[in-house]
């Protein structure tokens, strides 16, 4: 990596991780997007988020997907998992954790367009698996994220073992 592409990212390359355990999205770290007239999807999958619940503590497990069309900032993933890890200890409900996760997103990078979709494990037999999206006002990426709302789970899953 060019030395003025990592100006900007101290977590990638460290050895020296420091696992937070309370909620921390400061150490969201961007870099620049080398393509920012193109339009195209991020992905990322992560299997191992872990939050509590805000009312008896017990912890809950979710994949949590995270697909964004950047403009001129793009979220560097070893700054995300670090983040992601700091809810660990954080009680907030499924609803909340991914719109909380979708708005620092946005704050950080100013995305053309993001969704944020947490699949958790169920508790007392019920799963639950919130979705949130955001598009820039003023552009096609608005009338994007209302199409991708109303149409979302179209087709569930079908939920017979998680």
Known sequence: ???KE???LTLLGSKNNKYE???A???LETFINKHPD???FVKFNCPEFTSLCPITGQPDFATIYISYVPSEKMVESKSLKLYLFSFRNRGDFHEDCVNIIMKDLIK????KYIEVWGKFLP???ISIDPYC???KAGTKWEEVAWNRMANHDLYPEEVNNR
Do not use: T
Not at 108 to 111: E, F, G, H, K, Q
């Open 38 to 40: 193109n339009d195209y």
């Open 21 to 23: 355990f309370d909620y």
């Open 1 to 3: 990596m060019r030395d």
């Open 25 to 27: 999205p400061d150490l």
């Open 6 to 8: 990592k100006e900007n």
């Open 123 to 125: 508790r007392g037999g």
């Open 108 to 111: 950080l990078m100013d995305p």
């Open 133 to 135: 999206n955001y598009g």
